[in-house]
């Protein structure tokens, strides 16, 4: 296949654009320097191919792990507020990429992006029992073993104003200074605020650590994205069938 077709395909750009990271010299065959868009690649070379020294991710399918800051809404696209549609590379825009669930506006960590809309639907769906994992850290008294229990039993939310809501059982792990680390299986809105509350505590600073086999590194910074690699789009798809 042309080299240039490759990144189009992929999402680098607009065929003109992908044309003009080879003349610029950006584009490298196992690190020598391709400047003829037109060049033909063999299946076995593609993954050899690399972009400004990165590997390059050619697939029609494109996944990304954001490190999602603070202040910004789960969203593509917000004409008030910034959006983590703001955060993608300008040649991954026209891709049809969209977040897979949402954290809120002040909620950080690890939010997947991607285009491969059959992974984002099990993922997202109640029958596949997704972990998600969530560093918190709360204020009022300290949680104790009481709450660890409730929650591992599956607590009922008895909530002002709405019927009582029966929870999955969730893994609660105590930690020092008013942080705990909570394991869900299920994505109801404001999940973890609404059950920390229950308890008479309040959430301060919520940070999603993992999605399913999908883990944020430590030396990803916030507001970063980074392209899966093939062994971690592997194991999310293997966790879904």
């Known amino acids: 296949m042309r080299a240039d077709k490759i990144l189009a395909n992929s999402g680098y750009g607009t065929r003109s654009e992908v044309k003009e ?3 610029r010299g950006r584009v490298a065959l196992r690190g020598e320097v391709i400047r003829d868009p037109g060049a033909s690649i063999s299946d076995a070379d593609i993954q050899e191919l690399s972009l400004d020294g990165q ?3 050619a697939s029609e399918n494109l996944y990304f792990l954001l490190n999602k800051p603070d202040g910004y809404l789960t969203a593509m696209n917000d004409d008030r507020l910034p959006c983590v549609g703001d955060l993608l590379p300008p040649q991954w825009k026209n891709k049809k990429i969209s977040p897979v669930g949402r954290l809120d506006f002040h909620t950080t960590g690890a939010l997947l992006l991607t285009n491969d809309g059959e992974l984002s639907h099990r993922l997202t769906s109640p029958k ?8 918190v850290t709360y204020s009022g008294e300290d949680l104790t073993e009481n709450e660890v229990a409730l929650f591992a039993s599956g607590m009922t939310l008895h909530e002002a104003g709405h019927e009582p809501e029966k ?3 969730a893994t609660l792990s105590l930690l020092p ?15 973890v605020k609404r059950m920390i509350a229950a308890t008479g505590r309040s959430v301060e600073l919520l940070h999603r650590e993992r999605i399913g086999t999908l883990e944020l590194k430590a030396e990803q910074p916030l507001g970063e994205i980074v392209a899966l690699t093939p062994e ?4 999310l798809k293997s966790s879904v069938q």
């Open 21 to 23: 990271l080879f003349r």
């Open 232 to 235: 971690e789009i592997a194991a």
């Open 177 to 191: 200074d008013h942080q705990c680390r909570l394991t869900l299986t299920e994505g109801k809105t404001h999940q």
């Open 128 to 135: 596949w029992h997704q972990e998600k994992v969530y560093l």
């Open 167 to 169: 929870l999955k059982p």
């Open 55 to 57: 590997p390059v991710v």
